[in-house]
């Protein structure tokens, strides 16, 4: 996967640097809120990474990128209890499995109990 027709390290690599050349010569990004930017960036491009490859990882990735967004909000000041941040991520994460979640098979082979009923008889018994 590439960005601007680079790999995505690179370009992560190259917005750190920028942030902390910033934060040294006067912008005020403290050090929290630069790691704050740089781990929202890193979710950001796990999700891309986990959509384009196809691994099935795409649900954990944007939870985590919510959780990143939230840790984001909350270094630049953000005021809200536990309860509340408790709760918006029970939002995405239900967005997520409502949206992502569709059907699930074990991957293992089924057993005979599995193939049949107590209840109903066996075809052709």
Do not use: C, D
């Amino acid at each position: 996967m590439k960005i601007f027709g680079r790999e995505p390290v690179y370009v992560l690599a190259f917005i750190a640097i920028v942030l902390k050349l910033s934060a040294a010569y006067g912008v005020g990004v403290t050090v929290e809120q630069q790691g704050a930017i740089m781990a929202v960036l890193s979710l950001a491009v796990a999700v891309a990474t986990a959509i384009v490859l196809k691994t099935g990882a795409v649900a954990a990735a944007i939870v985590n990128l919510g959780q990143g967004a939230l840790a984001l909000f909350l270094a630049f000041g953000l005021e809200m209890a536990a309860t509340t941040q408790a709760l918006w991520m029970l939002a995405i994460e239900g967005g997520v499995a409502l949206i992502l979640h569709r059907e699930v098979t074990a991957p293992v082979p089924s057993l005979r109990l599995e193939q049949s009923s107590p209840i109903k008889p066996a075809a052709g018994v």
